[in-house]
């Protein structure tokens, strides 16, 4: 028959550990950066849990009680094995592991399909993929690097330019099909408009650098610019890419550019990492490996390995 496991109260049993090694509730507390009340009250829960005093208190002070000094010698270690065992994973895994802020257009349309080639130069190098759609401050996270759309200016961040944001209509040859004429801006109203919810004035900033008149109110809209291209080459209307990240998809005809009109939108994609943190060389080698795809310079190591990507700019 299998033993009932006990439910132990681990964070009471913490601070007794700690408590009975510096056999002052002071001590204890002020390595645990609590106050003393909450060093006794946890050891109070642990004495009801156990049904034995392992403290006697007196009025000013407290002292182990004969149980409680060998249940501390036994239990002290443990904690210690634990808390280095826990110590030797975040180590591994902050060695090994290259930790990025990346939208997920730009992961799935651009990057992705290029991360085996950094896989086979840095086989012992993983990347951790964060696509949260938020502001960029590495303050208070894990992040070591990002790739992000913008103007080149982050908070405490330092960035190189991996290629500038052009912009033009896309669409399947299938919708393509349907319209009746789509070879002028003008004609765009007749189709069906795809909208990203993040990137909700691409129509509109598309209108005015074209100078037509256009209803971008209305038409579809997605949570993202992923559903909405993948919508876009699916057939289900008109959207504004992102040539950069589409490239492979024009190339293979997924989707086409009926307009052929590339606007820039004056921001880029920038490869951005923090100033407030030294920089490891997992990250190092991930930032430079990044600058070797779109044919910059690197920033970190000035050797380029014959295995590096040749790729390309986007044009």
Not at 56 to 76: H, M, P, Q, Y
Not at 154 to 175: G, T
């Amino acid at each position: 028959m299998q033993e009932r496991r006990l439910n132990l109260p681990l964070n009471p049993l913490r601070a007794f550990a700690v408590a009975s090694r510096h056999k002052t509730f002071t001590a204890a507390a002020r390595e645990l950066g609590v106050s003393q009340v909450a060093i006794s009250r946890q050891i109070t829960i642990l004495e009801d849990y156990l049904n034995v005093s392992l403290f006697e208190r007196g009025a000013r002070s407290a002292k182990l009680t004969d149980v409680g000094r060998a249940f501390g010698l036994e239990i002290a270690g443990l904690f210690d094995d634990l808390e280095r065992a826990t110590q030797r994973m975040i180590t591994r895994e902050t060695e090994s592991t290259v930790n990025l802020r990346v939208h997920p257009t730009m992961a799935h349309h651009w990057l992705m399909p290029k991360l085996n080639d950094f896989t086979r130069a840095h086989p012992d190098i993983r990347v951790r993929f964060d696509t949260r759609v938020e502001p960029l401050d590495f303050r208070g996270t894990h992040l070591d690097v990002a790739v992000q759309l913008g103007t080149g200016t982050w908070r405490d961040a330092r960035c190189r330019k991996l290629f500038d944001e052009d912009v033009d209509v896309v669409c399947s040859e299938d919708y393509l099909a349907t319209m009746p004429k789509l070879d002028a801006p003008e004609h765009v109203t007749e189709g069906e408009l795809l909208h990203s919810r993040y990137r909700r004035r691409a129509w509109e900033f598309w209108a005015d650098a074209v100078g037509v008149s256009v209803d971008y109110n209305r038409g579809t809209e997605f949570d993202t610019s992923l559903l909405t291209f993948s919508a876009a080459q699916q057939g289900f209307g008109l959207a504004i890419g992102q040539l950069g990240l589409l490239d492979d998809l024009i190339a293979e005809g997924k989707l086409v550019r009926p307009l052929e009109m590339r606007i820039p939108t004056g921001a880029a994609f920038y490869v951005v990492w923090p100033t407030t943190v030294s920089v490891n060389v997992k990250t190092k080698k991930f930032i430079d490996w990044l600058l070797d795809v779109v044919g910059q310079p690197r920033e970190f190591f000035t050797s380029t390995p014959a295995s590096a990507t040749a790729a390309a700019r986007p044009a």
